[in-house]
């Protein structure tokens, strides 16, 4: 997130002579977000993954509380009582990883591998992207994410396993790779981030003809073209949907603990808002399941094809 005031009233001023809604809003936003990353890259009320005890950690993205507590009884190694609310440390993928994966936690991140399929994951830690491409009129976020070369493994999936239909990685190539990493590494713990639920239009959920199979599903329920209880089977469809691979991958791996988790959650019209945005500190956003189980390796699982392990070590 570029901090500049010239730039600032620049991208305004153009942006007032094309739609002047629109660019009113994105100033308004910017602004904020420039003063919530000052204050929440130093305070921040979330708590970050490393301050609890985990081998593996499973990040769900964009997953909520209620929604993990609705399929629970699915799942042998889910228990609807077990799973906790916790505040997460970001509203969006990127603003999680800059505040999770940090210096401060250095040696904790030179221990990790990570796996993941999320596309932000390169600009935030091969060039320290923080925030969204929008031009901040000012502000000072403390910049302390690592490198990619700061953990013990880091794996990109998107690049290898990209589904051109939905543009999402499909659980199957993270479940491999961490299953990969898994045996390979000599990293005492394990992330391994998956692209799904997200938006309710990916994987199993873009079943069927409406406006629900769009990108744009967010905009269909704002309009009323397309209902909430659908959009919200859709979005536990696909939660089902990782949920298969992450008991493949339990059954693939050996760790005393294993946290579930996600980065943040999703907004179905509460307070007005839809889907996630950084800085929209919302409950509905904010607040993330965790809930914790063990994993065993019973080896019935050969990752076949590209498998590519990226090595730090």
């Not at 991208?11 to 002047?20: F, K, S």
């Not at 509905?284 to 965790?290: D, G, I």
Request: aromatic share 10%; glycine share 8%; net charge negative.
């Amino acid at each position: 997130m570029p901090v500049s005031f010239s730039d600032w009233v620049s991208a305004l001023r153009e942006g007032l002579t094309e739609d002047p809604r629109r660019a009113v809003l994105r100033g308004a936003y910017s602004t904020y977000l420039g003063l919530w990353y000052t204050v929440t890259s130093r305070v921040d009320p979330g708590r970050n993954v490393y301050e609890r005890d985990w081998d593996a950690l499973i990040v769900l993205d964009a997953c909520r509380v209620d929604a993990l507590r609705a399929v629970a009884p699915e799942y042998p190694y889910l228990d609807r009582e077990d799973v906790e609310s916790v505040r997460s440390v970001g509203c969006s993928s990127a603003e999680w990883l800059v505040k999770t994966f940090t210096e401060g936690h250095g040696d904790a991140v030179a221990d990790t591998a990570h796996v993941t399929a999320s596309p932000v994951a390169e600009p935030v830690f091969e060039e320290g992207v923080y925030g969204p491409n929008l031009t901040a009129p000012f502000g000072w976020p403390r910049r302390n994410v690592v490198g990619d070369d700061d953990f013990a493994d880091f794996v990109r999936v998107w690049p290898h396993a990209r589904d051109e239909r939905t543009g999402a990685v499909p659980p199957v190539d993270v479940t491999e790779r961490a299953i990969v990493a898994g045996r390979a590494t000599d990293a005492d713990r394990l992330v391994a981030h998956y692209a799904q639920p997200g938006t309710p239009t990916t994987g199993r959920a873009t079943d069927g003809d409406d406006r629900a199979d769009e990108t744009d599903a967010w905009s269909a329920l704002r309009d009323g073209d397309v209902s909430r209880e659908l959009l919200w089977e859709r979005y536990l469809d696909d939660l089902r949907y990782v949920l298969d691979e992450v008991t493949v991958l339990l059954e693939n791996l050996d760790a005393r603990t294993v946290a579930i988790t996600a980065d943040h959650g999703e907004a179905f019209g509460e307070w007005g808002a839809y889907g996630h945005l950084d800085g929209l500190a919302i409950p509905q956003v904010k607040r993330v399941p965790w809930v914790e189980t063990t994993a065993t390796d019973t080896g019935w699982r050969t990752p076949t094809g590209d498998v590519e392990r990226v090595s730090n070590g």
